[in-house]
């Protein structure tokens, strides 16, 4: 009976296809056909992908913090908490821009365990109500965090995903938002801000206990030539019974190719596949933070104030945070079969018939009209909104970025793309009331419309379909090919013995 391919000890292997292992040792030559592995389990990575996403959620209770602390610090000014609010964006959209250099000088894992304390230190900050200063020291610290986190978590749960599930996993980051504004609307409730900073300060202690036992990405040990180390990851991914060998030759294919054509910032413009990619993914973060996602949630309590509910508005905001989780939950599920267009597509229209409501109905009540007999409007559609936002312009662009792009161009794209969405969203939090003292809240939400009509017909227009097709398959059709590659493994040589001694005994759980 053969020996099977993660059990061999060869000095050199070539992964010719699926179940075929050329081996050679000793000037001795042998062509093993072992039969297909059993599938690989999804368990592990789950688990992995929720502890590596759980600071997604921290970051929603600090995403909450400003809508539902604004009613209860009223000797700041309106313009100075626009500030302290958007500082949160701005802070990410600088995190963003060296995360990925963090990411790859000391891994993901690790990185994403340092975000832990300065998060903790940020609510420390922010139980100082009393002075501006600090609560914006707070707000940014929070935000650099959050914007290394954006990055990071993405690049580890691609990297630990197998295909199957890339789509559900993907989508795991929007999930853990959505469950933090939750979380952020209810500890509210306590209405008063030391105490909803008190609430949320277990959450990164939380997320630094869950990321500190899950295993490093086999791509970043594989990329420092780590070989035994990202076997022994993948393996406890992908369950004792799978057979790793040809998934391990496959990332060392792609880390090879990616280190032979090493591209900067400037390669993206040069490269019509890079260049389209890059349209992609900008007009994506276009579409889903111009259309006023980020007002929304950042004044939550202010637009419900505003329409006149007869429901408080932060029993509004809760029942809005919980049909959110749900409908991101939802579109989990339909990732990785609906497919990412069609999803794009549902979500953006329904949105701009949403907004367009908002912004008639502010309208109408700004004219003077009575509206007593249709206050729920506004709170059902800021519903339906966040239940379509969360569907598909949520979770589906950070999805789509991470497929659209070689693995030679996929760190400065998504570094651009990243900071884009997060400069995007500090200028729609700062200058929303601004906006609405120039034009009203329905000029605001007639502006919001608009743009989120534009960004239905860029989907319709532009995005590809990315479902079930691999890397090359997305990528010539980016470059207009009518014929697709084949997705068979690349060959790939392994690493020489003397590197697997060196290695042997070290576990992929670095910390």
Known sequence: MPVPPSQMNPAVRLVQGNGKVLHEENSRTVLTVWGPSKEARTVNQFLAAFAATFGALCGGTFFAWSGTVEPLIKEIST????????????????????????????????????LAPPMLLAWLLLLCVDSPLLLVLGRLLAGVAFGILSVVAGMYVSEIASPS?????????????????????????????????????????????????????????????????????????????????QEVASIRHSIM?????????????????????????????GAQQLSGVNAVIFYTSKIFEKAGSTMSASDCSIVVFVVQ?????????????????????????????????????????????????????????????????????????????????????????????????????????????????LVQMSGAFFIFTAIAALGTAFIFLVVPETKGKTLEQILAELAGDKIYPSSSTPEAVDEEEEEREACKGKSPFPL
């Open 325 to 437: 989780v749900l409908a991101t939950f939802l579109s989990m599920l339909l990732a990785d079969r609906a497919g990412r267009r069609v999803l794009l597509l549902l979500s953006s229209s329904v949105l701009t018939v949403c907004l367009a409501m908002l912004a008639v109905y502010y309208h109408i009540q700004g004219s003077g009209h009575d509206m007593n007999g249709v206050t729920w409007l506004p709170l059902a559609t800021v519903a339906v909104f966040f239940v379509m936002f969360s569907l598909g312009l949520g979770p589906l662009p950070w999805c789509v970025v991470s497929e659209v792009f070689s693995p030679s161009t996929k760190g400065p794209a998504s570094s651009i793309a990243c900071g884009a969405n997060w400069l995007m969203a500090f200028t729609v939090t700062k200058f929303f009331p601004n906006l609405e003292a």
């Open 79 to 114: 313009e100075t908490f626009s500030w302290i609010a958007a500082c949160l964006p701005l802070g990410a959209f600088a995190g963003s821009m060296f995360a990925g250099a963090v990411a790859n000088a000391f891994g993901r894992q690790r990185t994403l365990a340092s």
């Open 257 to 285: 190719e990616s280190q032979q054509s090493k591209a900067s910032a400037k390669d993206l413009f040069t490269s019509r596949v890079a260049t389209k990619g890059l349209v992609v993914a900008l007009g994506l973060m």
């Open 165 to 245: 599930v890339r789509g559900t996993l993907g989508a795991f980051f929007q999930l853990q938002i959505t469950v933090g504004l939750l979380v952020g609307g209810l500890t509210g409730k306590l209405a008063d801000p030391a105490h909803i900073a008190y609430a949320a300060m277990p959450l990164p202690v939380v997320f630094f206990g869950l990321i500190w036992f899950m295993p490093e990405s086999p791509v970043f040990l594989l990329s420092r030539g780590q070989s035994e180390r990202a076997r022994a990851s993948l393996q406890w991914l992908r369950g004792d019974q799978y057979d790793v060998a």
